[in-house]
């Protein structure tokens, strides 16, 4: 029993980071139609340069804005100097971020170099907390409380707050009217008069802040090192698949499912728990090729 | 007319020009190639590696048997396909006459094959640590200097049955070969000595989030041995005590390596006290050792390398240095398919920093491992402590050749240990 | 002299079709298929094998992918898992260093490995039909991506981790095709075979059909061709390509392992075909080539100037400068160095 409440929460913390990866390249994705196969680029750097931040002045909150910051400028200039001149070539938008992905990954490897970096959450975070949950009893008799690690829980109340922040965003505001509108018939939009291509600006900046958000995060739960960015950007891609291209909410179902199977499946299936959620986006796209959430065609 | 004949001179005179150094000295160059991965997960590692042939190198000063050594690297990224690649661009393009390399334990077993294939130029292993590279169909032309995955564990089955009177042990080791190596030679003395193997856990390679193995270890053992190396250990050693474990680990030996010991932050820690085994112990008070530290930190700036040399670096060292004694041990006789090189090398009695080494019939290193445990060291930093020094231990860990190989290849289900 | 209209139709007619002969007999063939057939004269044994063999194998992977891509409109990144299934098999079926190879005689292996890997690829095709675009790239990524990792965790099959060594041509009519100029010659007439029947298939009924599928599958829809069976026929038939590529790569390695058909190396061959030229079968070979000079000897021209660990980084910039500039690749280029040259010869 114990182990399935650890499992369920695991899954439940995972899909948390999953969603945090993943809203921004479903933003990216739904609107601009861009499959940004470098989101996880944005992702591992974000997360160094955090790392050195952190490091240099020791405040750890600074790292999550020096991470929003330095790739939301990024995704600025990514969009402005590249993608806009791109527009409507999906296919050479994909093979543009697939080339400039292994440039950052060299580039990455050369000023971080190929060992493991973490960021250590302050102490307030350190730990596990008890849950007023009796799962066991000792041999002397005392009862033994669930615990469970405090900072996957902070990682949980982060993503749900981004979350809703990011749905507030979409829904109550202008200009997320826009950009659903956006996602839903972009030639409509520039129909009706709207700067799209500061529409597509503000979101790629937005998509990319996140990525590097989620590289924070991920470096406290586990470690950047080289190839985090291909994990991360597969986890993305079937994250975004299975829960509907440009949806939020989507995005978090997406997340949910394959955060419990992963997590499930490395307890239960150790061996092939991979392989499976990859089966997962395989089987979503063959025969729902929209996603759950996503609008049938 | 006359841009045929100046072209016709200009080939005559560039020819002369070439043929010139091979008799000018003593007997002119020699290629070595050296393969390590300096790409991908084991780059940290690799680069190591790397600094172990270079400091052997400036210690003989690029000079053995008469020839001025010329060092070609290339690099792999741990997978065969790769390091193929990059040995037959040593071998048949750069045409190395000695290939030291390669690290890891795949790329081994197909660099054997492709010794094979390849009489004319003599294989020293790197550090690459699978079993099966010289106990089944080993290749006549490739030498390991350094032990392999399942003789350092060698010692700590006993230590941890006997000496810590640890009975009930559960593992977790990375789903691949080197990691089923470590297994095999931990598991098997230890279930001779009355040990348990409990539960045994397996998780694919570049698992990141441990936290649902880390729940559902079994409560009542006395131990878990961690079969994990680099980033994934940092990152389970850090979920580990996330959550609150304080079940006492056992480490395989590229657990407490280095480049774990050294990293930032609390997750080592959890490592303080950590019993492991391997072929190279930092703190042993040795007079080789001694010398072999103070060469390696000489011979890089400290931004450049680890405080202390890490294993694949002493691997690589130790192989270098074997190929440089043999080649003045023949005085460079690499007539006939290098045989007077290849006798030498398969007679050798090294003394190295890590103990003696010779060479077994397939042409294994047999020397002796260190059980350690992880220590803090004068300034803060962790080491690893010697606990015990065993005797020379074979590729056989002991047994009899025959019984050993009717034990099958390493897997995860073996040995069953019932 | 007065001709009948008969005989000057007839006579037009044989001279139209001696006209369309000559037009095969295309001076850059011969000479090409010249330079090809004598190179073992001109390099070394390791350029020959390592460099021009290699290319030839992996050109062939990326001539699947083009196929499929540029007749097609699907691209694919599920080629190279095509091949690496077909290397397993014959690893499989055959013989190789684990000796667990069920050891059937080649004549048998060859012909089972390339049903099972066609059969994969008409399966792969079917669950990729009813998507196009990006959503074709992502299935066949995510197909490629859960094979790598499950050949990596199953032992009984796929020997896990380590894959296979020692999986080796056989040795027929007293020739060892594993050497480099055996290997290169048997190579080089594939890659040729290959090379025409992607030409000819794409000048065919079906060939058009695609290409018209290609560029407007409702119109193709609505005057009656099946889209959904001529897509899964095309990925049948590149398949065929993949898999005898996927034969010859397991034999230059002499093994196979799942590195050999991870993300890595199937982005790769993306970039090869795309380097390459998309436009026409000479493409994804001369991007092969490309690569495997780049992939060799990009270490040794680098080093001095950043360090020979960089050379990635200079592949990641050469295929961005191409993509931006050149969307065409190589074969991009020199159309439009072509038209250039032929525009000043006009002007002059």
């Not at chain 1, 971020?97 to 302050?122: R, V």
């Not at chain 1, 958000?213 to 985090?228: D, H, K, N, Q």
């Not at chain 2, 931004?303 to 043999?326: E, H, N, V």
Request: charged share 15%.
């Amino acid at each position: 029993m114990k182990l399935f409440i650890s499992t369920f929460l695991n899954g439940l913390t995972l899909a948390a980071l999953y969603f945090l990866v993943a809203s921004g390249f479903t933003l990216v994705f739904g609107l601009m139609r861009n499959v940004n196969m470098a989101h996880g680029s944005l992702y591992l750097i974000g997360g160094y340069i955090a790392y050195s931040v952190v490091e240099a002045t020791g405040m750890f909150l600074l790292g999550f804005a020096a991470a929003f910051i330095s790739m939301a400028v990024a995704g600025v200039l990514l969009q402005t100097l590249i993608f806009r001149h791109m527009e409507g070539q999906d296919l050479r938008q994909t093979m543009v971020t697939i080339g400039l992905s292994i440039i950052f990954a060299d580039l990455a490897l050369w000023i971080w170099g190929g060992e493991f970096y973490q960021i250590y959450p302050p102490d307030w975070l350190f730990g596990a907390t008890a849950f007023p949950v009796v799962v066991d009893a000792k041999s002397n008799g005392d009862p033994v409380y669930f615990t469970y690690p405090i900072v996957r829980l902070f990682i949980l109340g982060v993503a749900i707050v981004i979350g809703v922040g990011l749905w507030l965003v979409l829904n109550r505001t202008r200009i997320g009217m826009m950009i659903r509108a956006g996602v839903d018939d972009r030639e409509m939009l520039t129909a009706t008069g709207i700067n799209i291509q500061f529409v597509f600006v503000v979101v790629f900046a937005v998509g990319a802040g996140l990525a590097g958000i989620a590289g924070v995060v991920g470096s406290i739960f586990s470690s950047l090192a080289p190839g985090e960015d291909v994990r991360y950007l597969l986890a993305s891609l079937v994250v975004v698949i299975v829960g509907g291209m440009g949806s939020i909410t989507g995005a978090a179902l997406g997340a949910l499912l394959i955060g419990l199977a992963e997590q499930f499946g490395s307890v239960y299936l150790p061996t092939y728990a991979i392989a499976f959620s990859f089966l997962i986006m395989v089987a979503v796209l063959a025969f729902r090729p929209q996603g759950i959430m996503g609008a049938a065609k | 007319m006359v841009k045929i004949r100046n072209r016709l001179l200009l080939l005559a005179a560039t020819s002369l020009a070439l043929a010139l150094p091979a008799t000018a000295q003593d007997k002119g160059t020699l290629k070595i190639g050296g393969l390590a991965t300096l790409e991908g997960v084991f780059a940290v590692p690799g680069q190591d590696g790397m600094r172990g042939i270079e400091a052997a190198l400036k210690e003989a000063n690029y000079t053995a048997g008469g020839y001025k050594l010329e060092f070609i690297k290339a690099s792999s990224d741990a997978s065969p396909d790769k390091a193929l690649q990059a040995a037959r661009k040593l071998v048949e393009q750069d045409k190395v006459a000695i290939l030291v390399g390669p690290l890891s334990g795949s790329e081994g077993l197909a660099m054997k094959d492709y010794a094979k294939t390849q009489p004319g130029t003599t294989f020293i292993n790197g550090t690459s640590a699978a079993q099966d590279t010289t106990l089944r169909d080993p290749a006549p032309n490739f030498y390991r200097f350094w032990t392999e995955g399942a003789q350092w564990m060698a010692g700590l089955g006993e230590y941890i049955a006997k000496d810590k009177g640890w009975k009930r042990v559960a593992t977790i080791g990375e789903d691949y070969s080197f990691m089923h190596t470590q297994f095999f030679g931990f598991a098997l003395p230890y279930c001779n000595a009355g040990g348990k193997i409990v539960q045994r856990f397996w998780v694919p390679l570049g698992t990141k989030d441990y936290a649902s193995i880390i729940s559902a270890l079994p409560s009542n053992v006395d131990a878990i041995w961690l079969g994990l190396g680099g980033g994934d250990a940092v990152n389970f050693l850090n979920q580990y005590q996330q959550a609150g474990g304080t079940t006492p680990l056992i480490g395989a030996s590229i657990t407490v390596d280095q480049s774990i010991i050294t990293s930032k932050g609390r997750a080592r820690d959890a490592l303080k006290g950590t019993a492991s085994a391997g072929p190279q112990a930092d703190t042993w008070d040795n007079a080789n050792w001694n010398k072999w530290v103070k060469l390696y930190q000489a011979s890089f700036p400290a931004d450049q390398r680890f405080p202390t040399p890490g294993l694949f670096a002493t691997g690589y060292y130790i192989s270098t240095k074997a190929m440089i004694d043999g080649l003045n041990g023949v005085k460079g006789d690499l007539t006939d398919n290098h045989k007077a090189l290849r006798a030498w090398l398969s007679a050798a009695k090294i003394d190295s920093p890590v103990g003696p080494i010779t060479l077994d019939e397939n042409r294994q290193a047999i020397a002796v491992n260190f059980v350690t445990e992880v220590a803090e060291g004068p300034d803060g930093n962790l080491v690893n402590k010697v606990v015990k020094v065993t005797e020379p231990v074979n590729q056989t860990l002991g047994m009899d050749r025959a019984k050993f190989l009717a034990l099958g290849p390493v897997g995860r289900e073996n040995p069953k240990c019932e | 002299m007065s001709v009948t209209l008969g005989e000057a139709v007839t006579g037009a007619a044989r001279g139209e079709k001696r006209t369309a002969w000559l037009s095969w007999l295309n001076p850059a063939y011969l000479i090409a298929g010249l330079l090809l057939l004598v190179l073992p004269a001109l390099v070394g044994d390791f350029v020959l094998f390592s460099i021009f063999a290699w290319s030839l194998c992996l050109g062939m992977v990326a001539l699947s992918l083009m196929f499929l891509a540029g007749y097609g409109g699907m691209v694919s990144l599920a080629q190279l898992t095509i091949a690496g299934i077909a290397g397993y098999m014959v690893a499989i079926f055959g013989t190789n260093g684990t000796g667990t190879g069920l050891g059937w005689p080649w004549w048998t292996v060859l012909p089972a490995a390339i049903a099972v890997a066609v059969a994969f690829a008409t399966l792969i095709g079917a669950l990729a039909v009813r998507t196009a675009g990006i959503y074709t790239i992502m299935i066949t990524m995510a197909i490629a991506a859960a094979f790598f990792y499950f050949a990596r965790q199953n032992y009984p099959i796929f020997n896990g981790y380590n894959g296979f060594n020692l999986v080796l041509p056989p040795k027929l009519f007293g020739v060892d095709w594993r050497q480099p100029l055996p290997f290169y010659y048997l190579t080089l007439a594939f890659a040729t075979l290959s090379y025409a029947a992607v030409l000819y298939v794409s000048r065919s009924t079906f060939g058009l059909a695609l290409q018209g599928i290609r560029d407007n599958a409702r119109r193709m829809e609505a005057i009656g061709f099946n889209v959904v069976a001529h897509r899964i026929a095309a990925n049948a038939f590149a398949g065929l390509i993949a898999a005898v590529a996927g034969i010859f790569l397991v034999w230059f390695n002499g093994g196979i392992s799942p590195g050999s058909v991870g993300f890595g190396p199937a982005i790769d061959i993306l970039v090869i075909a795309i380097i390459g030229g998309i436009r026409h079968p000479i493409g994804p070979f001369i991007g092969a080539l490309i690569y495997a000079l780049l992939s060799t000897f990009a270490m040794d021209l680098v080093d001095p100037i950043i360090g020979r660990e960089r050379f990635k980084l200079i592949i990641g910039i050469g295929f961005l400068v191409i993509v931006l500039f050149s969307p065409d690749g190589i074969l991009g280029l020199w159309d439009r160095l072509r038209a250039r040259m032929a525009v000043s010869r006009d002007c002059a």
